[in-house]
């Protein structure tokens, strides 16, 4: 215990320097190899760029923290590790679920945004003037996005390149096809526009429904599987506090039994995450 103390203090008064003294911010980059998927992964969740930042220091920090607790607990570098490695996917998990969560809020966000699009053009309003009205009266998921085309149009007057920045953003498909039809209509001219996008709306309002109820349905089954594949970590954390079972684990045979159980959850883990997996309706 004497040891997490210690490092909650050391990071606590670390903190508290930089913020005093004005030390130059620190950006964590990766290698451009595998960098722009997790950005891609990372926008897609909402996080902006500090969140970012902050996202990779706990991904970090909760193996280093977790091992460090273990250890102090149990004095059993295997176990300790084990844990580590076993708490090591939680921030991406909750990544995964923030990115659900915001690709659902999009999903139904769409068809709104169609609507308002279509409200404003029987209306009489210009094309690109009903876009620009999204900025404030858009879904408020969508309104950020909305503002860098305003502010894009605003600055150069050209509403196809206005359209890519908002596409490049976004990084959705089901906006990809929104957008196509926008800038067709704007180039292009026909009276079909509101019929378009009144058929569009109706599309997307059927997939959102769909996906609602498949979501309803296997949460619950899904939900189960993690606590099945957590439960024997935590069984092996109380355990390990005993002196005796901690030396067990401490031998080559202990440690190759945790390696081998590892092994298997995670194989087990990944089938679960790969057949509760739903195809992404718009996602890119």
């Known amino acids: ?91 991406w998990s909750w990544l995964k679920r923030k990115h659900v969560r915001n690709r659902t809020q999009m999903i139904e966000a769409w068809p709104t945004i169609v609507d308002l699009l279509l409200s404003a053009v029987r209306a ?12 404030n009266s858009g879904p408020e998921i969508t309104r950020p996005y909305f503002q860098v085309f305003a502010r894009e149009y605003r600055a150069s007057g050209r ?3 206005a359209l ?17 039809v926008l800038r067709l209509a704007r180039e292009l001219g026909g009276n079909e526009l509101g019929n378009l996008l009144r058929d569009l709306s109706t599309v997307m309002r059927d997939d959102a429904r769909i996906r609602g109820e498949i979501i309803a349905r296997q949460s619950w089954t899904v939900n189960a599987a993690r606590i099945a594949v957590a ?19 401490s031998t080559l045979t202990g440690a190759t039994i945790l390696a081998t ?20 309706f718009g996602g890119r």
């Open 1 to 91: 215990m004497s040891v997490i103390i210690g490092l909650l203090f050391t990071s606590g008064i670390t903190l508290i320097w930089r913020a005093v003294s004005g030390a130059p911010h620190i950006e964590i980059r990766f290698p451009l190899t595998w960098s722009h998927p997790l950005y891609r992964h990372l926008v897609r969740a909402g996080l902006n760029h500090t969140q970012r930042q902050l996202f990779y220091m706990v991904s970090a920090g909760i193996p280093a923290l977790s091992f460090t607790t273990v250890y102090s607990l149990t004095h059993t570098w295997a176990v300790a590790l084990a844990v580590a490695l076993a708490l090591a996917p939680l921030p």
């Open 124 to 135: 009489g309003v210009a094309l690109p003037e009903a876009v620009l009205q999204l900025a």
């Open 159 to 161: 509403f196809s390149q």
């Open 164 to 180: 890519s920045t908002v596409q490049a953003e976004l990084l959705d498909s089901t906006g990809d096809q929104i957008f196509e």
């Open 231 to 249: 439960a024997p970590w935590i069984v092996l954390v109380l355990i390990s506090t005993r002196t005796d079972a901690a030396a067990a684990y």
């Open 261 to 280: 159980g590892g092994f298997f959850c995670a194989i087990a883990y990944w089938l679960m995450q790969r057949i509760g997996t739903l195809e992404d």
